[in-house]
């Protein structure tokens, strides 16, 4: 299990994988963002179905440079003073193929490795984009005396396929909105919308909320997610399903999208996130 002193600690313990479990909980107050790697020539029809999307695409940085793990766009995720577990100056700040637990990665759609780096498949032509994760509001919902059910548990977090349909963009004419879903009674569901509002760049406030809200998503049993694990809802306590535009969208959209890309496409495992230097209220 990672240690939970920084997000810096987290990366170094993914990468020695030391951690190779989902980053639920992990470095409370920093920013967690999902992850996705495309060869180059993808990458501006994917910036423009973030630009379309900003929901579920909800974009933070790119790579600074073609082929190059280290270093990104926006140089506030990654800050030279992080602390370093390794105590080693050379060791890097970042590495986007070995820092997250465990990725996906993909080929003309289909799930082909769960890797718990991605050396193998990274190449000089790939380029990655951050993406902001829900996990990043957790801790101030738990903060506020509202602790997500998943978090609690320790597990993570339910996620459904909706029939929400995105905007198409370039080779990504296909695809729906993935939520998440955080169990909360209905007098709650104010100051939970005020409190996620607040972190628009990480999914930000909920898309639907109540049992009416399953058939505008088109969600048939929520026993039955299509990833992440089951947390129940307590219907005879009042409680209502409340629903987030979700990062694992872009896996969706990947696999939809097919043999339209060609070369490896690497990405996240939903729940299992990247640890950034950035503080939740600072993004």
């Keep these: 299990m990672a240690t939970q002193s920084s997000a810096a600690a987290v990366r170094l313990q993914c990468r020695s994988e030391k951690h190779t479990e989902n980053t639920v909980g992990l470095a409370p107050g920093y920013v967690q963002c999902n992850l996705m790697v495309l060869p180059i020539e ?141 169990p909360y009674k209905e007098s709650d569901i104010p100051r939970v919308r005020a409190i996620t509002g607040r972190f628009s760049r990480t999914h930000g406030e909920p898309v639907d909320w109540g049992w009416d809200a399953l058939e505008r998503l088109g969600i048939k049993d929520l026993e039955q997610p299509d990833f992440g694990d089951v947390v129940g809802v307590r219907r005879k306590e009042g409680e209502v399903p409340v629903f987030w535009g979700c990062g694992a969208t872009p896996s969706l959209v990947i696999k939809l999208a097919g043999d339209k890309i060609k070369g490896h496409v690497i990405t996240h495992i939903p729940g299992f996130s990247l640890l950034v230097d950035l503080k939740d209220d600072e993004v």
């Design 42 to 182: 993808y990458a501006a029809d994917f910036i423009s179905l973030c630009e379309r999307n900003p929901v579920p695409f909800a974009l933070l940085a790119t790579s600074r440079t073609t082929g190059d793990p280290h270093t990104l766009s926006d140089t506030r995720l990654i800050k030279a003073g992080a602390e370093s577990a390794a105590g080693d100056s050379a060791v890097p700040l970042l590495d986007l193929r070995t820092d997250l637990p465990r990725y996906n990665v993909y080929s003309c759609g289909s799930l082909i490795d769960t890797p718990n780096n991605v050396k193998d498949y990274w190449t000089e032509s790939h380029t990655a984009f951050i993406m902001g994760c829900s996990f990043s509001f957790d801790s101030e919902l738990v903060a506020a005396g509202l602790p997500p059910r998943h978090v609690e548990a320790g597990c993570n977090v339910t996620m459904y396929t909706t029939t929400y349909k995105l905007h198409p963009a370039g080779i990504f004419t296909e695809g729906t909105m993935v939520v998440s879903m955080r």
